[in-house]
């Protein structure tokens, strides 16, 4: 086992593991987290109806990988909202912290290229809303708007992924969990949407 590297600031309070199948460290995100590496490691999440969006420098290899669910009311709330911003302002915080660290840690924007997973629609008694289906279509608005570019995406269907994601290379493997034996990964994304309709986003953001 290799000593591990030392992570970027702000970075200390991710969950990071020997990984002995990938003979590599692994950084494990959950819900509302996410993080970038200049090392050869790679970044693991399990999605539901979350999106993950995988960001680097394809010169320089400094890259990451976050993990974002858009705030969601009930659907009256949700079919009263008009203005975008008030309905993505989470997903669209989480992509712009993400890239203004890479930015800041060396990367340049004219490097960057994207990859996207996730946005199953999994979530029970959700007939009126498809979460996932809200995932992704903003996601894939803001790599437009932002002109980036996409290079690759695994989203939609019904099913939860494990995604693992290989900033230095770009490599990514996905695992489509077609039998799940629990249901940590919905009740996981209730909390987590649950806690996230109360809380409003606080700070600034200098996009480089």
Avoid at 82 to 101: F, H, K, P, Q
Avoid at 149 to 174: C, H, N
């Amino acid at each position: 086992m290799q000593e591990l590297p030392k992570s970027l600031n702000g970075f200390a309070h991710i969950n990071r593991y020997w990984d002995k199948v990938h003979g590599t460290y692994a950084a494990k995100i959950l819900p509302g987290e996410y993080y970038i590496t200049i090392h050869d490691e790679v970044i693991v999440t399990v999605l539901g109806s979350c999106v993950s969006a995988c960001i680097r420098d394809k010169v320089f290899g400094i890259g990451g990988m976050n993990h974002f669910m858009l705030p969601i009311g009930d659907s009256d709330r949700i079919n009263a909202l008009e203005d975008v911003n008030n309905s993505t302002r989470y997903g669209n915080y989480a992509m712009e912290l993400m890239i203004n660290d890479i930015l800041k840690n060396g990367g340049r924007r004219e490097n960057l290229e994207v990859k996207i997973f996730g946005g199953g629609r999994v979530l029970r008694n959700m007939q009126t809303l498809d979460i996932g289906r809200r995932n992704i279509d903003f996601v894939r608005k803001y790599i437009e708007a932002e002109s980036l570019t996409l290079v690759s995406e695994d989203v939609g269907d019904i099913y939860p992924r494990k995604v693992m994601y290989f900033p230095i290379s770009g490599r990514v493997r996905v695992k489509k969990l077609r039998s799940l034996h629990n249901n940590t990964i919905i009740e996981r994304e209730k909390k987590y949407r649950m806690s996230i309709e109360k809380k409003p986003v606080e700070g600034e953001i200098e996009l480089f």
